[in-house]
């Protein structure tokens, strides 16, 4: 299973929210590990985020950190799926249009639109484990965004949550203005589905093509990267076998071999450079972290001869592997 990684957009007005409330981001980031100026540059490990609420909860003191912090968000947050929303002839085509792209924003997402009758209803469907208050924040910076896109029109039934504890059903009603309902099969949206037809007063045809073709090469770049990330794991599974070649890898992927040598090519990488990595990181952690005679790592690391190991690990690190054990340890 692939690791979950969501934008690094999602962060940003977080911690401009956070300090916006008189909260130091910074020492919110310190509780897990990075640094302000380190933030990861484009996507960072959907793990983080209970991490990340749990710092969140222990630098303001607010148990419901989402609902707090939802005041304090800028109601624009420069994404392109804004952008999407700003260029499209209604606020419904804009919507849908951004629905599109939603992974953009993150793995741990997905979103569909229904109308039903008069309630259109948005479905947000959030990785399992996620943290409540992460779909709380979200549902408000939704909220605002659809009220300043629409100015002030944009009218809310209901809220609806997976979970089942939380804040206070007026603490709700408060941050949203309308009901929330707990323990529901969905994260969603009801709204009144006339806004849908709602004209947007900048759409530019012109512009949205351009910000279309924008998103779908953000998406595609994010595709290349779930094959590269996809090829590590399956070479992580074949290598102890000696069975890490492009042909076998291809199989499991349902892919003509030359198809996946291209498109790994596209994607800036080669096979070759991926099996090497992936052999010499397995080494230097067995050499490190263990006691197995380099017997055993010859075999663990998929080589069939103790000297292709010898050679391949002096050209990768510049020392024999004993040598490197020795080393370190000294």
């Known amino acids: 299973m692939r690791d979950l990684t969501d934008d690094i957009a999602l962060m940003r007005p977080v911690l401009a929210a956070l300090q916006a409330s008189g909260t130091d981001p910074a020492k919110v980031l310190a509780r897990i590990g990075l640094q302000a100026g380190e933030l990861p540059p484009k996507r960072f490990p959907h793990a983080l985020q209970t991490k990340f609420w749990q710092a969140v909860i222990d630098e303001t003191g ?13 109601i624009y947050q420069g994404l392109l799926l804004e952008y999407l929303f700003f260029s499209s002839e209604t606020f419904g085509a804009g ?14 997402l997905t979103a569909r639109l229904d109308v039903e009758g008069d309630r259109a209803v948005l479905t947000l469907a959030a ?16 909220i605002r965004l659809f009220k300043a896109l629409t100015e002030g029109d944009f ?11 939380g804040a206070s059903a007026e603490d709700y009603r408060a941050a949203y203005g309308c009901p929330a309902h707990m323990g529901s099969e969905r994260y969603a949206l009801v709204f009144d589905s006339a806004i ?4 947007s007063a900048l759409a530019q045809p012109e512009l949205l093509q351009m910000h279309d073709l924008l998103a779908q090469r953000q998406l595609s770049e994010i595709e290349r990267l779930d094959l590269v990330n996809r090829v590590r794991e ?10 890490a070649t492009l042909e076998q890898v291809s199989k499991r992927l349902d892919m003509p071999a030359r198809r996946l040598r291209e ?3 596209i994607a ?4 070759n450079d991926l099996v090497g990595d992936y052999r010499c990181r397995l080494a230097k952690d067995l050499l490190l972290n263990t006691d197995e005679r380099i017997e055993v790592i010859v075999e663990l690391t998929g080589f069939s001869e103790p000297s292709t190991f010898y050679r391949a690990f002096k050209r990768w690190v510049g020392v024999t592997p004993v040598e490197f054990r020795n080393r370190k340890k000294g």
Do not use: M
């Not at 919507?95 to 741990?108: G, K, N, Q, T």
């Not at 009218?155 to 504890?165: A, D, G, N, R």
């Open 62 to 74: 607010q148990e419901h950190a989402g609902l707090f912090l939802i005041q304090h968000l800028p």
């Open 95 to 108: 919507l849908r249009h951004a629905l599109r792209y939603i992974r953009l924003l993150s793995d741990a």
């Open 127 to 142: 990785a399992s484990g996620v943290s409540r208050h992460f779909p709380e924040l979200l549902a408000g910076a939704v």
């Open 155 to 165: 009218s809310l039934y209901e809220v609806h949550f997976i979970h089942t504890c």
């Open 196 to 199: 849908l037809s709602k004209s």
């Open 234 to 243: 399956l070479i992580a599974e074949l290598v102890v076998e000696n069975r």
């Open 263 to 265: 498109r790994l090519t």
């Open 268 to 271: 800036g990488v080669r096979f």
